[in-house]
């Protein structure tokens, strides 16, 4: 008989800290990059595909090895590669799950992520594999006796091992080079797949950012700001409402022609759809600051976007009042400084559970802040007031929207999309929508209310889109060059208040007709501007979507309230267009 005492003893292993650094490697290879090798393999070129998947992990495993075998010690060994097991386990989940891939916008998606979002994130799906591919490994490597040597000696066995790995790594590389050096040319988001660099490298890239971007104050924007001539001719408050979408794609919008009743309130109102909207990012991170920014996709450069002002700060310089208020993961720097309220924080009767609340939440008090405008320091307000939605916040869709909207059914009710059926998941998807489409018509009813006494516009645009199983991709995140549409087109809506044609001399039958063609998170910012008539060297009436649009009837009986500056000469008093 064997004592218990005898086993453990018997199932207890010995080696030095390098065989383990080495082992943990070879586990990862195999166990934690198959979408790797299976992406990279295509690309075997005229080199046998066996001898490209040995070259690969090959290169693979010496790669890791002097990724981490530099910060293996005897104290450090276990605690270092136990956090990597979790690490990979969870990255390689994801990513096998919903075909997104780990870069750093991802990445920086995942540090910043909420605990409530990161308990939704949790699964069946999840734990088994945790239990398999980190907790099992992990309790193995508990168990094993580390090896100590003299220190000269592990120096000397550190750094032999680092050469090896790296004349390893040369020697796989060589007879495969061709394939290599095309596939990192041509698809090099596939090193994103390769775990658990990927994680690593991408972890490393964010708090580097992070570091920089905290030490740096945030460059002015738009210091020359100044109101346009509107402000001082407006009698009634000018409020200018934008909601900021989640994860609405174009494709599911009934406005754009989707054959389902995803938006019946919205059909209902005079709106003006934008058909053709494609977003900066596929994740909240890169598209939120980017909406917010002059220059986005067109001339897409994340460190100056972050590193700047936005178009809030902007509407401050030029004596405007912002407001934003959230109900998800906050402004991303947008609103820094400036006031800003959380829908859980104002905790609406009835609206939230665990943390979370519904998009309705965002309405409150929204009657009470339109009659305030009316007299911010006694005279016309000209305010810029953000709504940030949880909207179609995924993998629970369901939890978007309370029982009332549940219109298409059976709908996927689990926290794992892998549970559910297509249908069921697109059943909930387009649940979600129906509800923000009612947040939108409530919100655009509160705002016919005021009408007589506040003029008003809404802009609602959304971040991003989402994979509802095309291509077998759920989700959102992908890089955005290799990003399908439906994670780029985007729905955006426009209603303008009856007064406001005569406030600012916005022609809405003209930008209908602008609607129909293509747009982006480009123009949101200079589009905004117009609205609000702020007059800055940072506006491009190019990126506008409603200039050509705007009479400039309204100065001319007007002039005389603003005395210094000039009424339009008779000659433009006719549309501009
Ligand atoms: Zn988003």
Redo the contacts with the bound molecule.
């Keep these: 008989m064997t004592s218990p005492a005898r086993l453990t003893q018997r199932l207890t292993f010995s080696a030095s800290v390098d065989q383990l650094v080495l082992i943990a490697c070879v586990f990862w290879a195999f166990s934690a990059n198959r979408l790797f090798l299976g992406a990279a393999l295509k690309q075997h070129g005229d080199v046998p595909v066996a001898g490209f998947a040995l070259a690969l992990v090959v290169m693979l495993v010496a790669l890791h090895y002097v990724l981490i075998a530099p910060f293996a010690y005897r104290l450090t060994v276990k605690p270092l590669l136990t956090l990597l097991l979790v690490g990979t386990a969870v990255a390689t989940h994801y990513m096998r799950s919903y075909g997104v891939v780990l870069d750093t916008s991802m990445m920086t998606n995942v540090w910043r992520t909420d605990p409530t979002e990161a308990r939704e994130l949790l699964s069946w799906g999840l734990a088994t594999h945790l239990l398999l591919y980190a907790a099992l490994p992990a309790v193995l490597l508990w168990r094993v006796r580390i090896v100590t040597r003299p220190w000269p000696r592990a120096t000397a066995f550190k750094l032999g091992g680092l050469v090896l790995a790296v004349v390893a790594f040369a020697a796989a590389l060589l007879p495969v080079f061709k394939p290599v050096a095309s596939m990192m040319r041509g698809h090099k988001e596939i090193r994103y797949l390769a775990a658990p660099a990927n994680f690593l490298w991408s972890t490393g890239a964010v708090a580097a950012a992070q570091a920089r971007g905290a030490a740096q104050p945030r460059r002015l924007l738009g210091l020359d700001a100044t109101p346009g001539p509107t402000w001082s001719a407006r009698t009634r408050p000018l409020v200018v409402v934008l909601v900021v979408g989640?994860?609405a794609r174009a494709a599911n919008w009934q406005l754009n022609g989707y054959e389902r009743p995803t938006t019946p309130e919205l059909a209902r109102l005079p709106v003006i759809n934008f058909s053709d909207v494609s977003s900066c990012g596929t994740?909240?991170e890169t598209?939120l600051p980017c909406m917010f920014a002059p220059v986005g996709r067109r001339d897409y450069d994340e460190a100056r976007i972050r590193g700047s002002e936005s178009l809030l700060h902007l509407l401050v310089h030029a004596g405007a009042t912002v407001h934003w208020r959230d109900n998800q993961s906050g402004c991303k720097g947008v609103c820094a400084g400036l006031p800003e309220d959380k829908v859980v924080s104002l905790n609406p009767a009835g609206l939230c559970s665990d943390g979370r609340c519904l998009d309705e939440g965002l309405l409150v008090g929204l009657n009470e802040r339109l009659a305030a405008a009316r007299t911010v320091n006694g005279r016309a307000a000209t305010q810029l007031l953000v709504l940030h939605q949880l909207g179609s916040?995924g993998p629970a869709y369901f939890r978007r929207y309370p029982p009332a909207f549940a219109h298409f059914t059976p709908a996927c009710e689990n926290d794992d999309l892998q549970k559910c059926t297509r249908e069921e998941i697109v059943n909930a998807y387009d649940n979600s929508l129906r509800y923000t489409d009612h947040v939108l018509g409530s919100l655009i009813a509160t705002l016919q209310r005021n009408e007589a006494d506040v003029d008003s516009a809404l802009i609602y645009v959304s971040?991003?889109g989402e994979s509802l199983g095309e291509r077998n991709l759920y989700l959102?995140g992908l890089p955005w060059f290799i990003a399908p549409k439906e994670q780029k087109q985007v729905p955006m809506v426009m209603w303008l208040s009856s007064g406001l044609a005569g406030a600012n001399g916005v022609d809405a039958a003209c930008l209908r007709r602008r609607a129909a063609e293509p747009a982006s998170h480009d123009h949101l910012f200079h589009t905004v501007l117009g609205l609000l008539d702020v007059k800055t060297a940072v506006y491009e009436p190019a990126w506008d979507l409603a200039d050509g649009c705007r009479s400039v009837q309204f100065a001319a009986p007007l002039a005389g309230n603003f005395g210094g500056v000039a009424a339009p000469s008779p000659g433009r008093t006719k549309q501009v267009n």
């Design positions: 989640e994860t994740n909240t598209s916040h971040d991003h959102h």
